[in-house]
């Protein structure tokens, strides 16, 4: 497959790619030169200043993922990706060390009057005076957003004797205290802290989040850094802050516009300004690389990735259970849409072992063999729900230990059932309507029910045979002798129109479905 990196990746981030791929590095791609190259593409890497928005993706006809060499994803747009099912993956653990100990580097800076002193001393003066510090020891410290880069700062901090606290809607008591942070509200940690640190992905809910409102509320002397991303903090409202006296000073390394031509944070008093160095060590680099790297190969290759930021987010232990039984809730989907009349009532049971596991990866394989064939977007695990809905189908979800004479069972039912299992690590078909059966999937099938009446199997096969389609398989169920009974066989060719109206003809014959799977 083809790989597009757009942007600076490191050396071992490619290696990883180009060892099962072809890769093109093309960085600096002006933006109608960029429209143009995509089509072709099966991937896209990115880092933070390529603006993958819905023109891009549009563009991007080929593309089965993009993949971010950082933690944020803000520079894509996630519901185009959805919607035409793309997985955007990212590396969100490999700077989280770099992300951490630059916002320790800016505390320090801060406190200790680094940047001024420096830029007083390379002007001749001597003034010990003038940039005197203060200490962190006995210092409060807010940290706004406790996911992996807050806790790592929050770690870092008590050793330096700060007082922690916290604020995330997302974080429970116990898993603050385990990281030495006490959870308090945000309108607290902001009026009581002396020093409030940002970690939060830029959203709806926290574009603005520091505002003025907010830094009025602080104390006099309070701190502020952000190096999580431009647009949590008013930029306007923290220059006037800093301008006014409002705070005692800010240390900012991320921009809503990058570079920040304009911005009033550039001539604003108390402040340590950096060009968006948070990820920026030699180490970080690598690492996001080769983060980012394996999840677009797990992608290309089929397999569901550990960090895909609009899929199904699956643990080790779930991916490893539930990822075999994904082609077979596909298939599921593709027999009963072949099967069934519509696509109401629809329940998908998840029975046996299998349903001590999360269903939802299941579910959208599902639905990606259910509509496959009714729409000609492209359906995956990404935007299987989406498109689901978009067309009025609603699936709901059981889950149930029991699964009889299997381990673990995947059955779809409504307007009929279609159920399946694996054995020998292969899809099996199980059930269909009301019989249970063994069928292995076949590029071709032909179902019948028809009347239990000598002869029929042998005409059928009789005129397959004339027309030189071959059977691999064969499964015949009843109700009870010479009542209804159901035939599956399992093809090697497909069934020419003539001959399947022909068959349908039979006087014994009720309903036929011509199957086709790949």
């Keep these: 497959m083809r790989i597009l990196v757009a942007e600076p990746l490191a050396e071992e981030g490619l290696q990883i790619l180009r060892a099962e791929h072809e890769v093109e590095v093309r960085t600096g791609l002006p933006r109608e030169e960029l429209l143009a190259a995509l089509p072709g593409f099966d991937a896209l890497v990115v880092r933070s200043q390529v603006q993958?928005?819905?023109?891009?993706?549009?563009?991007?006809?080929?593309?089965?993922?993009?993949?971010?060499?950082?933690?944020?994803?803000?520079?894509?747009?996630?519901?185009?990706?959805?919607?035409?099912?793309?997985?955007?993956?990212?590396?969100?653990?490999?700077?989280?060390?770099?992300?951490?100990?630059?916002?320790?580097?800016?505390?320090?800076?801060?406190?200790?009057?680094?940047?001024?002193?420096?830029?007083?001393?390379?002007?001749?003066?001597?003034?010990?005076?003038?940039?005197?510090?203060?200490?962190?020891?006995?210092?409060?410290?807010?940290?706004?957003?406790?996911?992996?880069?807050?806790?790592?700062?929050?770690?870092?901090?008590?050793?330096?004797?700060?007082?922690?606290?916290?604020?995330?809607?997302?974080?429970?008591?116990?898993?603050?205290?385990?990281?030495?942070?006490?959870?308090?509200?945000?309108?607290?940690?902001?009026?009581?802290?002396?020093?409030?640190?940002?970690?939060?992905?830029?959203?709806?809910?926290?574009?603005?989040?520091?505002?003025?409102?907010?830094?009025?509320?602080?104390?006099?002397?309070?701190?502020?850094?952000?190096?999580?991303?431009?647009?949590?903090?008013?930029?306007?409202?923290?220059?006037?802050?800093?301008?006014?006296?409002?705070?005692?000073?800010?240390?900012?390394?991320?921009?809503?516009?990058?570079?920040?031509?304009?911005?009033?944070?550039?001539?604003?008093?108390?402040?340590?300004?950096?060009?968006?160095?948070?990820?920026?060590?030699?180490?970080?680099?690598?690492r996001v690389a080769v983060e980012a790297a394996q999840q677009v190969l797990e992608v290309l290759a089929g397999r569901p990735a550990r960090y895909a930021v609009n899929a199904p987010l699956l643990t080790a232990e779930t991916a490893q259970a539930v990822g075999p039984f994904l082609p077979l809730a596909r298939l599921v989907g593709q027999l009963y849409a072949q099967l069934a009349p519509d696509l109401e009532g629809l329940t998908l049971e998840i029975s046996g072992e299998l349903a001590a596991h999360d269903a939802s990866p299941l579910a959208a394989a599902a639905l990606g063999g259910l509509l496959e064939n009714v729409t000609e977007e492209r359906v995956n695990l990404v935007n299987a729900s989406h498109v689901a809905r978009a067309h009025g189908i609603a699936l709901v979800e059981h889950k149930t230990p029991e699964s009889g004479r299997y381990a673990s069972m995947v059955t779809l039912s409504g307007s009929t059932t279609v159920g399946g299992s694996m054995a020998a690590g292969q899809p099996r078909l199980v059930r269909l309507g009301d019989y249970w059966v063994d069928v292995p999937p076949a590029p071709h099938m032909l179902v019948t029910r028809h009347h239990d009446r000598p002869g029929t199997m042998g005409r059928i096969g009789q005129m397959l045979g004339d027309a030189d389609v071959n059977i691999s398989a064969m499964h015949l169920g009843r109700s009870a002798p010479r009542a209804d009974a159901l035939m599956i066989l399992a093809l090697d060719d497909p069934v020419p129109l003539e001959v399947a109206e022909r068959i349908r003809e039979q006087e014994a014959v009720r309903d036929l479905w011509l199957i086709r799977l790949d």
């Design 52 to 286: 993958v928005d819905a023109e891009v993706i549009a563009a991007g006809r080929d593309l089965q993922v993009i993949g971010r060499a950082g933690v944020g994803v803000d520079n894509i747009d996630l519901a185009a990706a959805t919607s035409a099912g793309i997985t955007v993956v990212n590396a969100p653990t490999g700077n989280t060390i770099a992300a951490a100990e630059h916002t320790l580097a800016l505390l320090f800076a801060l406190t200790r009057r680094v940047a001024a002193a420096d830029a007083s001393m390379r002007r001749g003066e001597w003034k010990r005076a003038d940039f005197t510090g203060r200490e962190l020891r006995g210092k409060r410290l807010g940290i706004i957003g406790l996911g992996k880069i807050g806790m790592t700062v929050a770690d870092r901090a008590r050793a330096l004797e700060m007082e922690l606290v916290g604020h995330d809607p997302y974080v429970t008591e116990d898993a603050a205290a385990h990281h030495g942070v006490r959870l308090v509200s945000l309108d607290r940690l902001i009026s009581a802290s002396d020093v409030i640190t940002v970690h939060v992905p830029l959203t709806r809910t926290t574009r603005g989040l520091i505002g003025a409102a907010e830094l009025a509320r602080m104390k006099p002397d309070a701190l502020l850094i952000n190096v999580a991303r431009g647009g949590v903090v008013d930029e306007d409202a923290l220059a006037a802050a800093l301008r006014d006296g409002v705070i005692g000073g800010a240390a900012v390394d991320v921009f809503v516009t990058e570079p920040p031509v304009g911005s009033a944070l550039l001539d604003a008093p108390s402040t340590v300004l950096t060009p968006h160095l948070g990820a920026s060590t030699e180490e970080a680099q690598t």
